[in-house]
């Protein structure tokens, strides 16, 4: 009788986590624009990632 309930919270937090997993895969933005995207964002001087249209902020990649 116990065993039952145990077995049934079991499933439904297998089911949760796997349902949470299928949502987290969308968020990754890897797979969303590709791994030579994310590359071609990094400034080719110091190496970080540059957010939006503007220079880096180490002032030697002007694009």
Known sequence: MGCD???KIVTLFLI??????????????GARW???TLD???CRSCGRYK????PCP???DKG
């Open 5 to 7: 309930v145990i077995i």
């Open 16 to 29: 949760f986590m796997g349902v949470l997993a299928m949502f987290g895969k969308l968020r990754i933005p």
């Open 34 to 36: 590709g791994r030579k």
């Open 40 to 42: 071609n964002r990094k």
């Open 51 to 54: 957010i939006g249209k503007g």
């Open 58 to 60: 180490c002032g030697r």
